[in-house]
């Protein structure tokens, strides 16, 4: 990475660096971080199922963004809230906009797929088919299935003045289906929900599968969807079937709990989760373009939907589902598969649990041995889960030296190995205390179920601080040797959830220094406990700290510029930072003074960005990029010239107004030298991508980055690979 240049600041008018022409709109930045994954769909040089793949990571974005932006928009709307956005934009404004900009990007991304994708696809032995190209015998074998696997579970529901209009569940597909009678000649409505317990493509026995050129296909089959549409007779015997229209609709999907009257929260999020899919109001309406208006016009009003609300396509409805077909047994049309490596620190020491090394070498040390020798950076999904913090904390629940284990929980898999080797530390007679975030959007399901077991086990279970979400990433181990207490940390910046950190990138940090872990001590019994501890040693922890620590490491790069400027020295500050999303007000106005003072800042934010780079007397120092691969980049990482004595960071929080006010989150500054340069050197190798790094211009939208003639291409994600790998 770059060390700051020589620079000369200049002296600008006074600007009003609140003013919103230097800012972007939060809703309309993550539109364009959408755009940028459909794009890696778009882009020949993604393999096929790759493409497939972010196909249906797009549609699945869109649903969430849907379930909680706009639906947050909506409300504003209807509660007549006037307050602008840093941007200086009002709620209708922003649902205008968001509708504007996405009418396109939906309409692309289905004729990509039907008029591109499916072809390339069957060219490859994959045919997604529609029922009408089917021959008999494929039809007859759909129609058993229908009878013996379908039919059962579908609950045809009519609609008349006996039967009102049924409530529909969140993310639901359907088909309207308009029948006759044929007695009366009266035309009836009614809907049958496609089922979620069935899979959404149907595959064809092979010996039904079409041979291409003598060659075997991969897959063939149909959308669930039609083959209950073309067997509807036996849902409305003795009716004429008029016509069939599928539609999906999306609803408001955030809790609303009123923590500070909950006796118990997890009973009070409970309740919550039973109404989230039937009580949301609907925020979205999905149908076909052939839909008649008559349909769609009932749809709407019985959904209390306007025009602006319903989104209408070519083809098949809810493409997330194509993420079925990426696990298809076709490895020339995936990246090049992955195995994760075990950092070279571990590589030689020995794990009791596993009962070899990871090298099978006989005379290694366990993890605590090699933590004690120094700081351990770990790097997924580069380095291995399994083999570091997994590890961790299994043979922390099974060494008799181990009294006590604390973490925090925010989201982790179904079948979590960390949460295994909890309840068996607790088993083995340690104290074990968990703060599981029973608010992590999505996930309160999932760890309801995970808190009532590690109760069950005897497992200490806390639910975070009222008004409050815990994001943050921490584990702390207490050991006793040799007759004391040694405290073993790890602080991370991705969540324990062993899947996840085999496709998002995150960094990590192993350590037995005595200031971190009386900082986490001091942590947890905030969490835990009653405390209004204001100061850490090492830690800058949200909402006590991290703010204001981040704004003076800001500030103070800024003012070594200045001083430096006025003493003609002519050194200059740098700043790079890495993170998800770049929202807060407060931290732009500190970048934008920085810029001015000639600091050199470079951001890499993955998501929305709403500071406008590039602007003359404003951000003329700043550069922003996005990285969009095939992992999620997820990792937080800041890095501070500090005048030549380097400062890096990392942890759980992104630069926005929820993580620095609104929840519990981490960041400690690394201080092992070598791990330091590690991690600018991994910023380094992200600044330097022309592969999956895209600029962001004063204007709002993104160029993506291309090698200049004859040189190659830089992707920082396989340099990565192949640096753990060497």
């Known amino acids: 990475m770059s060390k700051p240049k020589k620079t000369t600041t200049k002296t600008y008018t006074e600007i009003n660096l609140s003013d919103p022409q230097y800012y972007f709109n939060r809703e309309q930045s993550w539109l364009e971080f959408n755009n940028r994954v459909l794009h890696e769909a778009l882009d020949p040089r993604t393999p096929l199922l790759e493409r497939l793949k972010f196909l249906a990571i797009f549609s699945s974005n869109l649903d969430e963004y849907f379930m909680v932006r706009v639906a947050a928009l909506k409300q504003q709307v209807e509660a007549k809230v006037s307050k602008l956005t840093s941007d200086g934009s009002k709620p209708q404004e922003q649902l205008d906009a968001i509708h504007k900009r996405l009418l396109p990007m939906v309409t692309q991304q289905h004729a990509y797929f039907d008029q591109t994708l499916r072809p390339k696809l069957v060219a490859n032995g994959i045919h997604i088919l529609d029922y009408i190209d089917l021959n008999q015998e494929q039809r007859n074998y759909l129609h058993r299935y229908f009878q013996e696997q379908v039919f059962p579970v579908l609950t045809p529901l009519a609609v008349d003045p006996s039967h009102p209009f049924p409530f529909l569940s969140n ?80 609803r408001n999907a955030d809790l609303t709990v009123e923590e500070d009257e909950a006796e118990d929260l997890l009973l009070a999020i409970e309740q919550e989760l039973r109404k989230r899919r039937f009580t949301g109001s609907a925020v979205r309406l999905e149908i076909q373009a052939v839909m008649p208006p008559a349909v769609r016009d009932m749809l709407k009003d019985e959904l209390d939907l306007g025009e602006q609300d319903v989104y209408v396509v070519e083809g098949l409805l809810g493409l997330k589902d194509l993420m079925s077909f990426v696990g298809l047994p076709v490895p020339e049309l995936k990246d090049p598969p992955w195995t994760p490596v075990v950092p070279p620190r571990l590589r030689n020491s020995q794990s009791p649990v596993l009962g070899k090394s990871m090298l099978d070498v006989e005379d290694g040390e366990d993890i605590f041995t090699t933590i004690r020798q120094g700081d351990v950076m770990l790097h997924h999904p580069y380095h291995s889960f399994a083999a570091t913090v997994q590890r961790f904390i299994t043979e922390a629940a099974h060494d008799r030296s181990v009294l006590a284990i604390k973490m925090t929980l925010y989201r982790t898999s179904g079948d979590s190995p960390i949460v295994s080797a909890l309840i068996e530390a607790a088993e083995n007679g340690k104290q074990v205390a968990v703060l599981v975030e029973l608010k992590a959007r999505f996930d309160e399901e999932n760890n309801i179920n995970w808190a009532r077991k590690l109760e069950q086990a005897g497992v200490h279970v806390v639910y975070g601080l009222v008004g409050l979400k815990t994001h943050t990433k921490i584990v702390m181990v207490v050991r006793r040797e040799d007759g004391f207490i040694r405290r073993y940390v790890h602080i991370g910046t991705g969540n324990y959830n062993p899947k996840t950190a085999g496709l998002y990138t995150d960094v990590g940090l192993l350590s037995c220094r005595e200031d971190l872990g009386a900082d986490l001590t001091d942590l947890f019994n905030y969490l835990t406990g009653y405390s209004r501890q204001i100061s850490y040693r090492k830690l800058l922890v949200a909402p006590v700290n991290m703010r204001d620590r981040f704004l003076a490491l800001i500030r103070r790069e800024a003012e070594f510029c200045r001083s430096n400027s006025d003493s003609g020295m002519g050194s200059c500050g740098r700043i790079v930072a890495k993170m998800n999303a770049l929202v807060d007000p407060q931290i732009i106005v500190a970048l934008y003074e920085a810029s001015q003072a000639g600091v050199k800042i470079d951001l890499i934010v993955r998501g929305i960005c709403c500071l406008r780079p590039g602007v003359e007397g ?89 090698p200049p003639a004859n040189n190659p291409e830089v992707s920082s994600q396989q340099i990565l690979m192949d640096m753990a790998m060497n």
Do not use: C
């Open 171 to 250: 993310l639901s597909l359907n088909l309207a289906v308009v029948v006759r009678d044929p007695n009366t000649q009266e035309e009836l409505f009614a809907r049958v929900k496609v089922p979620q317990v069935l899979p959404r493509f149907l595959q064809l026995p092979g010996d039904l599968q079409w041979q291409q050129k003598g060659k075997s296909p991969v897959w063939t089959g149909v959308p669930l969807e039609q083959v209950i549409a073309h067997n509807l007779e036996a849902l409305f015997p003795g009716m004429d079937i008029q016509e069939y229209h599928p539609f999906r609709i999306t």
């Open 618 to 706: 404003v951000s003329e120092n700043i550069k922003v990029i996005s990285i969009i691969g095939r992992f999620l980049e997820h990792s937080r990482m800041f890095y501070f010239f500090n005048g030549g004595d380097e400062e890096v960071y990392i942890g759980s929080a992104d630069w926005m107004q929820r993580n620095l006010t609104r929840r519990v989150e981490a960041i400690v500054q690394v201080e092992d030298p070598t791990i330091v340069m590690e991690l600018q050197e991994i910023l380094g190798v992200m600044l330097a991508d022309n592969r999956q790094a895209w600029d962001l211009q004063p204007g709002g939208h993104y160029s993506q980055r291309r």
